[in-house]
């Protein structure tokens, strides 16, 4: 059973209060740490709205490079398994594995690894980036 509000929510809420009720209320000189808090929020916020899907969809996309047998022998649950598997790929990156052939695959991969991370911390910039 859920409860309303779920995390993001209340993330929500908390930002909306900061922004809307409390910064006013900050002399000049504490309104941009203020700011900074607010958009804190804001990336735990979308965070916890996505941050199940894109873990699954990058655990997808390295099972396509690995194999799903490689990908899920690494660990015993989703992030250990991300973790360790990204891991291997920073490693293999660097050794020249994917030189070549693989390179396009391997090319994509990063990009949407990218694009997750902007969405989550960098909406805006992955909108006027034209990278969606």
Do not use: W
């Amino acid at each position: 059973m859920r409860h309303n509000p779920d995390a993001a929510g209340l993330l929500h809420i908390a930002r909306q209060t900061l922004l809307n009720e409390l910064l006013e209320l900050l002399p000049e000189e504490r309104r941009y740490a203020m700011r900074m808090a607010a958009n804190a929020l804001a990336i735990a916020a979308r965070e916890a709205e996505t941050a199940d899907v894109d873990l699954v969809e990058e655990l997808r996309l390295l099972s396509e490079l690995y194999g799903e047998d490689e990908v899920q022998a690494a660990g015993a649950n989703l992030h250990e398994r991300i973790a360790k598997t990204n891991k291997r790929f920073a490693r293999d990156i660097r050794d020249g594995i994917f030189d070549g052939a693989c390179a396009q695959g391997v090319q994509a991969l990063l990009m949407d690894q990218v694009r997750a991370r902007l969405r989550i911390s960098n909406p805006g910039y992955l909108k006027a980036a034209d990278l969606e």
